[in-house]
């Protein structure tokens, strides 16, 4: 195995987006191998290095890690992006966990129909606005801290900043009502790790496009409809 990690997917964001965002904010460099042909994917089943025979799948200090929360706990708490304790830690799972549930309302969305894309435009804006960014701009102004967690860059800082950029992808002016939030995103933004993932030409992958949904329709045999929530 390399001695960089190495992470199979994609040529998109997808589950593997969040792990690329946050090796990125750890300033860890890694490979990536592209799943493009149906064959690909089924050498890597018949190879066994898919657990639960999905991907993502990335290789890091000699596993072959499958299950996203899996591999983004561990590259968080490898890198010291975990909190410095288990109650920490625990606000740093729940924190993510409500910016994952958000994420899912936007990873589904390219899969589906043209009408249903307009309904779940209107329930990802109306989610995000209602319950979730509610929630981070509360803990922000209450504790006066720069981050989420601990007054200390984690994992739920990474995440949040993710979830915000791919809502904004939706509705620009979406943080119009929330100054703390608007505040946070400058801040953490301009983190030197993060400020050059975010720029032109690094791994971060752009919004899905057609050529990325026949892809992976192509190499799963995802032939059937996928429904809005």
Same mark, same amino acid.
């Given at each position: 195995m390399s001695t960089k990690p190495k992470l199979y997917y994609f040529n998109g964001r997808g589950k593997m987006e969040s792990i690329r965002w946050l090796l990125a904010a750890a300033g860890v460099e890694f490979e990536e191998e592209f799943l493009e042909t149906r064959d690909q994917y089924e050498k890597l089943l018949q190879g066994g290095s898919l657990l639960f025979q999905q991907v993502p799948m990335v290789e890091i200090d000699g596993m072959r890690m499958v299950q996203t929360r899996a591999i983004l706990s561990y590259i968080a708490a490898k890198y010291n992006l975990y909190g410095k304790d288990l109650k920490e830690r625990?606000? /740093? *799972?729940?924190? &993510?966990?409500?910016? %994952? %549930?958000?994420?899912? $309302?936007?990873?589904?969305?390219? $899969?589906?129909?043209?009408e249903d894309k307009e309904k779940q435009h209107v329930l990802i804006v109306q989610k995000a606005t209602s319950r979730y960014f509610p929630v981070y701009e509360k803990?922000?102004?209450?504790?006066?801290? *720069? $981050?989420?967690?601990?007054?200390?860059?984690?994992?739920? *800082?990474?995440?949040?900043?993710?979830? /915000?950029?791919?809502?904004e992808e939706k509705k620009s002016d979406v943080l119009s009502g929330f100054p703390q939030l608007?505040? $946070?995103k400058a801040r953490i933004s301009s983190?030197?790790? /993060?400020?050059?993932?975010?720029e032109p030409g690094s791994q971060r992958k752009p919004v899905p496009d057609d050529k990325y &949904?026949?892809?992976?329709?192509?190499?799963?045999?995802?032939y059937y409809d996928v429904k809005a929530n």
């Open positions: 625990a606000l /740093i *799972d729940m924190y &993510v966990g409500g910016t %994952d %549930d958000l994420m899912g $309302f936007i990873l589904m969305f390219p $899969f589906l129909s043209a803990v922000l102004k209450d504790h006066g801290q *720069d $981050f989420l967690v601990g007054n200390n860059f984690s994992w739920a *800082d990474v995440h949040l900043l993710e979830a /915000i950029l791919m809502v608007q505040a $946070f983190i030197p790790a /993060i400020k050059k993932f975010l &949904v026949e892809t992976v329709r192509r190499v799963l045999r995802m």
